[in-house]
């Protein structure tokens, strides 16, 4: 049933918690120092405990923050609310740079930040002047669709797991775990603000269940998120990134991969939640100001917080600066007035842990499809000092000035790329032809002995391929005595060697994939220092692709 007369339902509250914070903690918590392996699971659950606790103790402050000046006096009141609201505005900041940032790193390279930021700020904010009854009835149309996306696609990811990666404990400690645990009640901060909206559901009292429930589903999400990442990636694989579970669903294929890239799903879910809770930033921004008697300056912070997260993009503020003020300053400030207010009646906490809005369509921020290539395999060679890399391209010939009927057959060579770095490399293919250079096709790499001897300069290219979010994990690697000779098919009238290369894996009845190496293989034996894996051989017989077992 829809809620009415300003009021929300508690499944509409309870849906309204999970949408707006789920999205948010699958991005945040796998980069906490501390919660890493059996140490950070335990100190989710310790995190857990403590707020399930407190749900209780929110049921009580709710009618304080219906009416502060009445409870707390005009000047302790706005002052309380205000530092509130303080964290909250921080918060908005923060989300936006989110927005742009992984709008331009994983949805559409090549988007300007200040219009991103400019379009979710706008939209947040014509939506926070919409009543709370509405908010409450568009999470209840919106929940299913996302949390199937974000969960079902999750679980996709079981098979990718290793067991003998599950089978590291990683370190556990009482100072790690007393740790993590207070990193866990700073990243559930947005609890705190519940009271704010519980003046406005129905049968309050009887809200503790429902918030309860709340913490627990988002508890289990993210150990079920902790878990997945170590499984794939295994303790010390995963740290270093920015966003490790983006990379990992990156790597998800569906039966029958029909689609290239279904991580995209799974991101726009995640997108969508984040800037719901935007939208509540907005939404409680306005509505405790309104409590406040100061609902005139709601705009003013609002675009405040438009011109932080401009200034802050500008600056390039590394989002570790935002955790390092929430833990140092806003953790302990938000615990002494919880304390605070349990020693006096007339004491509150408050504000709305972010939740709102729908998706924003960006699509005129990026490149356009015709003024891209995309090429199907990429082959990386080191000689001389020098990388050479070759772009299998579907008609590579056009692109590079040959013309097919001027090779006959094999005559046709590919074109290699050299530079002392991989990026410069790449600069000299850019050079040479006016379109947009877009890898989130690639399905194969091929790699030449020279590189595959010199193991720093695969290190290099391995860093090279992990700072490009469009390169996903999941494609094979292959190694190749002759890298242009095998490249140089996709310059002739067969198919594309990319294609033909995971079709003997995937679609042959004779084909191994089980033995197959993936770009993720490579990345996880680098980054925990072991022994890369042997690489299947892919080589030119009668004009075609052909792979045998196993490398050098």
């Excluded at 009618?63 to 409870?71: A, D, E, G, H, N």
């Excluded at 015709?370 to 990386?380: G, H, N, Q, W």
């Excluded at 097919?404 to 991989?422: F, H, I, L």
């Amino acid at each position: 049933m829809f809620a009415d007369n300003a009021q929300i339902s508690h499944r509409q509250l309870f849906r309204q918690i999970l949408l707006g914070l789920s999205g948010i903690y699958f991005l945040t918590v796998p980069v906490c120092g501390e919660l890493r392996g059996r140490q950070g699971m335990l100190s989710l659950l310790g995190g857990m405990v403590l707020y399930l606790f407190l749900c209780i103790y929110f049921i009580r402050l709710k009618t304080v923050f219906r009416s502060p000046l009445q409870y707390m006096g005009k000047t302790a009141g706005r002052i309380f609310i205000l530092l509130y609201l303080s964290w909250m505005w921080f918060a908005g900041v923060y989300l936006l740079l989110l927005i742009a940032r992984i709008t331009d790193r994983f949805l559409i390279e090549g988007s300007v930040p200040w219009v991103v930021i400019g379009l979710a700020g706008a939209a947040a904010y014509l939506g926070s002047h919409q009543g709370l009854e509405r908010r409450g009835r568009m999470a209840e149309v919106c929940f299913p669709v996302v949390m199937v996306i974000l969960v079902g696609m999750l679980l996709l990811g079981i098979l990718r797991m290793k067991p003998e990666y599950l089978r590291e404990m990683g370190p556990l400690s009482l100072k790690g775990w007393l740790k993590g645990t207070y990193e866990v009640c700073c990243l559930f901060l947005p609890f705190v603000f519940l009271p704010v909206a519980l003046g406005n559901v129905k049968k309050p009292g009887e809200t503790g269940r429902v918030m309860g429930s709340a913490v627990m589903i988002i508890t289990g999400l993210q150990i079920l998120g902790l878990l997945l990442l170590q499984g794939s990636f295994g303790l010390g694989g995963y740290e270093h990134k920015e966003y490790p579970v983006i990379d990992f669903m990156s790597g998800i294929r569906i039966p029958g991969d029909f689609l290239e890239r279904v991580d995209i799903f799974w991101l726009a879910a995640v997108l969508f939640s984040v800037l719901f809770a935007l939208g509540s930033v907005f939404f409680y921004n306005h509505e405790l100001l309104v409590r406040v008697k100061m609902e005139k300056t709601a705009w003013i912070a609002a675009g405040g917080i438009v011109f932080a997260a401009l200034v802050c993009q500008k600056e390039e503020v590394s989002p570790d600066f935002f955790w390092n003020v929430t833990a140092g300053i806003y953790g302990p400030l938000f615990l002494l007035l919880l304390l605070f207010g349990a020693g006096s009646a007339r004491k509150k906490k408050a504000l709305a842990a972010l939740l709102a809005l729908i998706f924003l369509p960006l699509t005129a921020c990026g490149v356009s499809l015709e003024s891209r290539v995309f090429p199907l395999a990429i082959s990386a060679d080191y000689q001389k000092g020098q990388y050479e890399l070759i772009y299998g391209i579907p008609g590579l010939t056009q692109i590079t000035g040959q013309d097919k009927k001027s090779t006959e057959d094999s005559q046709a060579q590919a074109v290699a790329y050299k530079g002392k770095e991989p990026k410069e490399a790449e600069k000299n293919f850019n050079k040479n032809q006016e379109n947009y250079l877009d890898m989130g096709h690639l399905k194969v790499l091929i790699l030449g002995k020279g590189i595959l001897q010199e193991k720093e300069a695969l290190e290099e290219f391995l860093q090279y391929l992990e700072e490009k979010p469009a390169v996903a994990g999941n494609l094979y690697v292959f190694a190749c005595d002759k890298p242009e000779e095998l490249m140089s098919l996709d310059s002739q009238n067969t198919d594309s060697v990319g294609e033909y290369l995971t079709g003997i894996l995937e679609n042959n009845l004779e084909g191994k994939p089980k033995d197959a190496v993936t770009l993720q293989d490579l990345y996880n034996a680098w980054h925990r220092e072991e022994e890369f894996p042997r690489l299947p051989i892919a080589e030119v017989v009668n004009k075609r692709p052909q792979i045998r077992q196993y490398s050098w």
